[in-house]
């Protein structure tokens, strides 16, 4: 009896906290291949080195549990970094090119929740114009040119408070957000109701518009957020920055166990799924793997951890389903 | 008499407009630039040059078209200016091989055609400006020879492979420092796609991975700034030497700060002064076809303050 329950614990924490379990897999992997990996400045560079992804991809989790998607966030980050970059050149104020920064990447994406909500047009179709408008209004802002001599501004990628770099709060501080705006505000249940079944939701009450233009709305301020630290990194205001970067977020909200089809999601999944790839990278720089076999390696172990995180998932509702229908099926047949 | 006066008259009047129409067009060539990737600062900056320097030639016009890095987006464009009758077409090649054809063709159709930066060699009847990527890259690979110490242990930052200027540059570090200093350790070597935060990635793994890093070998500034952004306050490579190609802004000011070593100009200036005048010549007739290249002068702190001008000229430093 005994040993039923503890399978059925260690079963039940298997599905629920597999995407934890191939995290803390691959630690001891790295560690093993690798002496530095656990060291305390390896871990603070790869936190570091995810911080600007990790931010859009806590974006890109409300989004997708609402059932809604952005692919503008690396163009509309590339806007708002150099928007935000110039103020503080002209002006000298961090705190107002920070405010610039947040308020562009704010505006696109009420932009984009407008134009779902008030034109229905899909979220793929609408962030994609998006994508294309913010960089070309970046490019033609700076005439293609880099930002250069941001002095202090790089505080906000490269400075510190204590031991923990300025990312690595930016990006614990957004987490956190996330998880408290899903799991404990109306609004994020309202998001998982939206997301798992739009009709029901709007048949209970919930108004879909303000929940999806909110979406947006907390996306941007992650966004124009990202776009900061990322200029502040590199310390270059690049217009052509980001590119690429809205699919490496998608890829650690879905490895992180976010849905597609949205209602599913969560800020530590998503957590764990950027980790799972800054992890893999680091480890693969580390043991001097060459570039074109490191994608082969990536592409592969992101499907091998996914699929066991969706393998676990099945596994315990098929289960879950067996054990009310066998009675039934049972009670059936001696009837 | 007066019919004949009328005739007189009006042929008159059709001979000047046939004559005005000749003289405005020979006076108004049209030339299609069509640039790799607006995106790309190299790329834009070059851009930017043509459309300066063709303000000199008053009987010339340029439309930039961006390819956004794509070869089919690219050809498109070649095609669109035959068809719409552009005298001249510069093309600035996503992929030298995938355009190759359709240079082929705009020739074959008459269009005067330059490739630029970089050049698509053996097509009959095209021209080219560039600079010479081997160059670039062995300027610095001989001054490093004398640089880098015994024994030293390097990090080799990558263009994307295919890249001819990429592939140039990595064959000419090979050949003129790696090949001859076999005493020197690689201990690592990626591609970062030119790109400044993938090379920091990069950057921030090695210096774990390894004690002692004494260079930084980089195919463009971009890549190394970003290298040196990761160790610019570690005592630990307060030594470590840094080189790179392009002469960009961010490059130069490192190079007068002290933190980086060299780099190789590719002026986009002379660049693209160089395509226009040879682009006019080739339309008046002057010449029929020439293939050519700028400069590519070593910067070190030495000579850092001349080349610091060209960026202040831009308004990139002020």
Not at chain 1, 5 to 16: A, F, G, L, P, V
Not at chain 2, 69 to 82: L, R, S, T, Y
Not at chain 2, 239 to 266: C, F, H, N, P, R
């Amino acid at each position: 009896m005994n040993n039923l329950m503890t399978r059925e614990k260690w079963q039940t924490i298997k599905s629920r906290y597999s995407i934890y379990l191939v995290l803390i897999a691959m630690i001891i992997v790295c560690n093993l291949l690798s002496p530095n990996f656990l060291s305390a400045r390896n871990i603070s560079n790869i936190s570091v080195q995810i911080s600007v992804t990790t931010i859009l991809a806590f974006g890109e989790t409300i989004l997708i549990i609402g059932g809604l998607l952005d692919l503008s966030c690396g163009s509309v980050l590339a806007l708002a970094g150099v928007f935000s970059v110039y103020v503080f050149k002209e002006t000298g104020s961090l705190s107002l090119a920070f405010a610039v920064g947040l308020i562009v990447g704010l505006l696109c994406n009420f932009v984009n929740g407008i134009l779902v909500r008030r034109f229905s047009i899909p979220a793929f179709i609408a962030t994609l114009a998006m994508m294309t408008v913010a960089r070309g209004i970046a490019l033609l802002f700076t005439k293609g040119q880099n930002i250069y001599q941001i002095g202090d501004y790089v505080w906000f990628g490269q400075g510190s408070i204590g031991i923990i770099p300025i990312p690595v709060i930016f990006m614990v501080v957004i987490g956190v957000l996330t998880w408290y705006i899903l799991g404990h505000t109306s609004f994020g249940r309202s998001l998982y109701a939206v997301g798992g079944n739009e009709e029901a939701a709007r048949a209970s009450g919930i108004n879909i518009g303000r929940i999806k233009v909110g979406a947006y709305l907390i996306n941007g301020i992650f966004v124009g957020l990202a776009g900061i630290i990322l200029m502040a990194r590199t310390n270059v205001g690049a217009p052509n920055s980001g590119q690429g970067y809205e699919f490496e977020a998608l890829t650690a909200a879905i490895i992180g166990g976010t849905s597609f089809s949205g209602g599913l999601g969560t800020a530590g999944g998503t957590l764990a799924g950027a980790f799972i790839v800054g992890f893999l990278n680091n480890i693969m720089n580390l043991a001097g793997v060459d570039s074109y076999l490191q994608q082969v390696i990536k592409g592969a172990i992101i499907a091998l951890a996914v699929g066991y995180d969706m393998w676990a998932k099945v596994n315990r509702t098929r289960k879950t389903l067996g054990a009310a229908k066998i009675p039934n099926e049972r009670k059936e047949a001696k009837a | 008499m007066k019919f004949m006066k009328s005739i007189r008259t009006v042929t008159a009047v059709a001979a000047l407009c046939l004559a005005a129409t000749t003289v405005a067009q020979a006076q108004n060539y049209k030339i299609a630039f069509i640039a790799r990737a607006q995106a790309d600062s190299f790329a834009a900056w070059l851009a930017n040059g043509i459309m300066d320097e063709v303000k000199k030639y008053p009987d010339m016009t340029v439309d930039v078209m961006d390819s956004q890095a794509d070869d089919a987006k690219e050809n498109a464009f070649i095609e669109n200016a035959v068809a719409n009758k552009y005298d001249l077409i510069i093309v600035q090649p996503n992929n030298g091989e995938a355009q190759r054809p359709y240079v082929e063709q705009a020739v074959k159709d008459g269009v005067k055609v330059i490739t630029t930066n970089a050049r698509i060699k053996n097509i009959p009847g095209s021209s080219s400006v560039d600079a010479d990527p081997y160059e670039q890259a062995a300027v610095n690979a001989r001054l490093a020879l004398k640089q880098i110490p015994q024994g030293a242990n390097v990090v080799v930052l990558n263009g994307p492979s295919g890249n001819m200027h990429a592939d140039m540059r990595r064959d000419a570090w090979q050949k003129e420092f790696f090949d001859k200093r076999t005493d020197v350790k690689i201990v690592g070597e990626q591609i970062a796609h030119w790109n400044k935060e993938e090379a920091m990635r990069y950057m921030e793994d090695w210096v774990q991975a390894n004690d002692k890093i004494d260079a930084i070998v980089s195919m463009n500034d971009n890549m190394a700034a970003g290298a040196l952004e990761v160790v610019k306050d570690d005592p630990k490579f307060a030594k470590i030497l840094a080189y790179g190609v392009d002469g960009t802004a961010e490059a130069m000011l490192l190079i007068q700060s002290g933190k980086m070593t060299s780099t190789a100009l590719q002026n986009a200036y002379d660049l693209a002064a160089k395509n226009i005048s040879v682009a006019h010549d080739l339309l008046t007739g002057k010449i029929t076809q020439i293939d050519t290249d700028i400069d590519c002068p070593l910067v070190t702190k030495d000579n850092v303050a001349t080349f610091i001008e060209i960026h202040k000229k831009s308004g990139a430093i002020k």
